[in-house]
């Protein structure tokens, strides 16, 4: 199986009143594609970093990471801005959902700013919404939906434009512990089902029997107990 996603050797330092601080420290991490991982690990470990240039938003100080082979490091903004578009999907503890759009458009919304036609969107966004339960739901807005609705919602927004690599970042932690096993239940079978690589920042240890390897952010590297 080949990796959707390899992190190499990633160190992230920064300064702290003149003082040089290192948060990750050649970390590596490689996913297959089919395979959803869990990381863990206390406040102030640097799971948000990780996850902020794991998914193109934060530049490492020295380091590789690889979508389906092709390194991200060195692009522009603009080229940035492309990549996660199209080859990662996230879902964030609060969905963020749009307010004024409906179920259907949040997703439609996405696929149009990938440059997807109308039809092929709208069809889409139908067969996303069906397999998250929702198709009763496409004409909602947010504020009517229940919190496990709205994480669902930003599931299927997540894989509208087939990315290669998910990112999930503390689904689970506005939810109980019922809706927050459907959620991340739902997460790792789109991550099988479309052989996406699958990443999962969580406390959450309820969800972990639903991951494929479980792993701890200690002293800016991952490693596996």
Do not use: W
């Not at 934060?58 to 690889?66: A, F, I, Q």
């Not at 879902?91 to 700013?113: C, H, R, T, W």
């Not at 440059?115 to 909602?140: I, P, Q, V, W, Y």
């Amino acid at each position: 199986m080949r990796n959707r996603l390899e992190i190499q050797e990633i160190t992230r330092t920064f300064e702290d009143g003149g003082i040089e601080r290192k948060i990750l420290d050649k970390l590596n991490l490689e996913v297959a594609e089919g395979e959803l991982v869990a990381v863990m690990g206390p406040s102030g470990s640097g799971k948000s970093t990780f996850l902020s240039i794991a998914g193109a938003l934060l530049e490492p100080t020295s380091g590789d990471v690889l979508l389906d082979g092709g390194s991200i490091i060195g692009k522009n903004k603009q080229e940035l801005s492309e990549l996660r578009l199209r080859k990662i999907g996230f879902i964030f503890q609060s969905a963020n959902l749009i307010p004024y759009l409906k179920v259907e458009e949040q997703l439609v919304l996405v696929a149009k700013l990938a440059g997807m036609n109308k039809t092929e969107a709208a069809k889409r966004a139908k067969e996303l919404l069906d397999k998250m339960g929702l198709s009763h739901r496409l004409t909602a807005y947010p504020q009517k939906l229940s919190g496990g609705e709205r994480q669902r919602v930003a599931i299927a927004r997540a894989l509208m434009n087939d990315p290669a690599v998910l990112f999930a970042d503390e689904p689970t932690a506005s939810l109980d512990a019922s809706r927050g096993f459907d959620v991340v239940s739902m997460i790792a079978k789109q991550v099988k089902h479309q052989q996406k690589s699958g990443v999962i920042v969580t406390h959450d240890d309820r969800v972990l029997s639903l991951c494929d390897r479980v792993l701890f952010l200690e002293g800016g590297k991952l490693v596996q107990k």
